[in-house]
């Protein structure tokens, strides 16, 4: 019997590159889901060709089945999508 359980948190952590050669700013980050939820940038502005941050995206199943979101981040140079999706079933 494979079962994964509700209400389980599991944690990823998200690295986040500046690959360009101008820093930027990072300024907001939102989730469209309950279920997914995220800490703060460990560092807001990334220095050019290779700055990097990190986030902890957290996943709390309330439901079976597949659940997707999107995290929106807010830049001094516009918005970036981050998608997220996880797939939580049980079966007998």
């Known amino acids: 019997m494979l079962l994964r359980s509700i209400a389980i948190p599991r944690m990823q952590t998200v690295t986040i590159i500046n690959e360009d050669s101008e ?3 990072l300024h907001s980050l939102s989730g469209t889901t309950v279920q997914f939820y ?3 940038f460990t ?3 990334l220095s050019a060709n290779g700055g990097n941050t990190t986030i902890n995206v957290y996943y709390l199943p309330r439901t079976i089945g597949l659940i997707k979101s999107t995290f929106t981040i807010k830049t ?16 007998y």
């Open 76 to 91: 001094n140079r516009g918005t970036l999508h981050y998608s997220v999706n996880k797939h939580i079933n049980y079966s």
């Open 38 to 40: 995220s800490s703060f």
């Open 23 to 25: 820093s930027f700013e």
């Open 43 to 45: 560092q807001k502005v």
